[in-house]
């Protein structure tokens, strides 16, 4: 899909690092607005390579009381392995970290109980049916891909819960040539840079030999948290992260749009041409 001819976006191009499978829709509407999307994935969200140690959890799926889904891919994966051995969440109490979460388990035909404002740790600590009078003594299972932040489980066993995790999905980094992006820098094609985790703004930095270190820390980041925005000024990226209000695709776009009114449109000058290597459809 090519850029629409007008629109919020005119002239803008975007790097998207978002896994390949998560980035076609936002790549869209990207372009629908009239900007220009470059595909560049810094981490890959592979199944484990041995789904067997899942098992453990999902004979015991009964005994909880709580699950909380911490994203879409929690719920790809989850589901997944459980319907793989015969499983059923029952009559599981679901917590949907996040709109875009929510949307996937309704999908799958599963109705949230609750879905936090803030799509974080935080905001899911913030809920009331997650109260201290309200999961004391109560099992909660917490689905998430290998790592991560221990937070939530944290919070929840100071107000007395029992936590576990079901880790149902692995990410790693890309191995991606960067010389396409050098391109890309080099001819003033990139005026915005989505980064969606921390593990991918990592990676990012992890370019900076190769790309210039100096002209990536100047790069605009548009991140889904204030968190991730914080952790962006910490590794040294100078200019203010647009910080989406919405978790997901829409705020994602609503947040490059907003952030795009304020510029003076000598700020860019970006030609929006195709970039080979750079996935591009």
Known sequence: MRASAGGPLHGLGVLVTRPAHQAQA??????????????????????????????????????????????????????????????????????????ATARRLEERGITPAAVPGEASSEGVLRLDTLGPDRIA?????IFRGTGGRELLAEGLRRRGAIVDYAEVYERAATEVDPKPLLGLWDRGEIGAVIVTSAAALQHLLSMGAAIGRE??????????????????????????????????????????????????????????VGAAGVEDP
Request: glycine share 8%.
């Open 26 to 99: 936002l790549q869209r509407l990207i372009e629908a607005g009239g900007g220009r999307a470059f595909l560049f994935p810094l981490l890959d969200i592979k199944p484990l390579n041995d789904p067997s140690r899942a098992l453990s959890w999902i004979r015991d799926l009964a005994r909880y009381d709580v699950a909380v889904f911490v994203s879409a891919n929690a719920v790809e994966h989850g589901l997944g392995l459980i319907a793989l051995h015969g499983g059923t969440l029952g009559a599981i109490e679901v917590i949907a970290v996040g709109k």
């Open 215 to 272: 002209r990536l820390l100047n790069v605009t980041l548009v991140v889904l948290s204030e968190r991730l925005a914080s952790r962006a000024r910490q590794l040294g990226f100078r200019r203010p992260p647009v910080v989406a209000t919405e978790a997901g695709d829409a705020g994602l776009f609503s947040a490059l749009k907003a952030w795009r009114t304020q510029q003076e449109p000598l700020d860019f000058n970006i030609e929006c």
């Open 137 to 141: 003594e109560k099992r909660i299972l």
